[in-house]
């Protein structure tokens, strides 16, 4: 063909040339064809600055497959169909994010950095990474992509839901008790079992059972934390918790009833509790809340709850810590 020499300076012949030749990465050699020009007038040889073909990144690939390592478009498509920009993604995996957004564009990644990559494109690794993260991804985005890889890993709502938002320490914002998701759905179901409680109704007797057993025994029955909502003490997340636990057909059905002129909801609960998780403290207290409370209606345990000095003097929106029990009005 013809084209210009850069030697010759004008156009003359040109003989493309394809040889193997020899790339080091990292100490292993490998050998790569590559294509340049021959001038036929005067012998120089020239790359062809047209070839889209880089012979590093020819080498790289070659080097990745023979290492078992993850090819560039793996790692984009992998963040791409998980919905995570290149921020994300490298705030998980603890990456910079320049680096994340090098290797997914042809840079040879390291042997640490690619085995970290690995791990965290395992769907229950990366349900553990974005469950434990914080301020990374938005609630509804860290649920949606928890709900998918839950799906995937053949993991209930409920678990995921829990994974995320349920894993915390104990402490006394808990009543010195790691989260106990059966004992809080156990306690919700003995409480709806047969009855028609309404929501606000329901919140306050887990307020009550659970605080009252940390004042009773220093510790907490479920292990949930309560905020300062303005209906009162609730359960911290407890919309969460509803929904999940009738999404997996708990045994608790939601309904809506209309107090005076606006819908409330209100829980029926088909199947009785399974009371064999419960120790016999938790048991007395939790029959003590229900007995107290039976015939108050929503309204009148929401006031009461209301002079409840660790609900007022926590600030709106915040956890109630569990010392305030010492000073709840309900008798045990
Ligand atoms: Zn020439």
């Known amino acids: 063909m013809n084209g210009f020499c850069p030697n010759c300076e004008k156009e003359s012949l040109l003989l493309i040339v394809q040889q193997a030749e020899d790339f080091t ?3 292993e050699s490998i050998s790569v064809e590559v294509e340049f020009y021959r001038c036929q007038e005067c012998g120089e040889e020239f790359e062809n600055l047209k070839s889209t073909i880089d012979p590093y990144e020819v080498a790289y690939r070659e080097y990745r497959a023979r290492k078992g390592m993850l090819q560039p478009e793996d790692i984009r498509a992998f963040r791409i169909k998980r919905g995570l920009t290149q921020k994300e993604f490298s705030d998980f995996l603890g990456i910079g994010i320049a680096t994340l957004n090098r290797y997914e564009n042809g840079a040879l990644q390291s042997e640490a950095h690619d085995r970290v990559i690995k791990l965290a494109m395992e769907p229950r690794n990366l349900m553990g990474l974005i469950s434990n993260s914080q301020g990374v991804l938005g609630d509804s985005k860290k649920q949606r992509i928890i709900s ?10 409920l678990e995921a839901t829990k994974d995320v938002f349920g894993n915390y320490d104990a402490d006394l914002y808990s009543g010195y008790k790691k989260f106990d998701l059966a004992k809080f759905f156990e306690a919700i179901k003995f409480f709806c079992f047969q009855e028609r409680i309404y929501k606000t109704k329901l919140m306050k007797l887990l307020f009550y059972a ?7 025994y220093s510790v907490s029955i479920t292990g949930a934390r309560y905020a300062r909502l303005p209906y009162g003490p609730v359960p911290d997340q407890f919309e969460r918790w509803l929904a999940a636990l009738i999404l997996d057909d708990n ?4 309904e809506e009833e209309w107090m005076q002129d606006y819908p409330g909801e209100v829980y029926v609960g088909n199947t009785s509790a399974d009371l064999s998780i419960f120790t016999p403290s938790e048991l007395r207290v939790l029959a003590t809340v229900k007995e107290e409370f039976q015939d108050f209606s929503a309204k009148r345990i929401s006031d009461i709850s209301h002079n409840e000095i660790g609900y007022q003097e926590t600030e709106p929106a915040r956890l109630i810590r569990y010392s305030y029990a010492s000073e709840l009005s309900l008798k045990l």
């Open 25 to 27: 990465v990292r100490g």
């Open 148 to 157: 998918q890889l839950a799906e995937e890993t053949e993991t209930s709502w």
């Open 210 to 216: 659970d605080f009252g057993h940390f004042k009773e």
């Open 251 to 254: 045994g608790i059905r939601r």
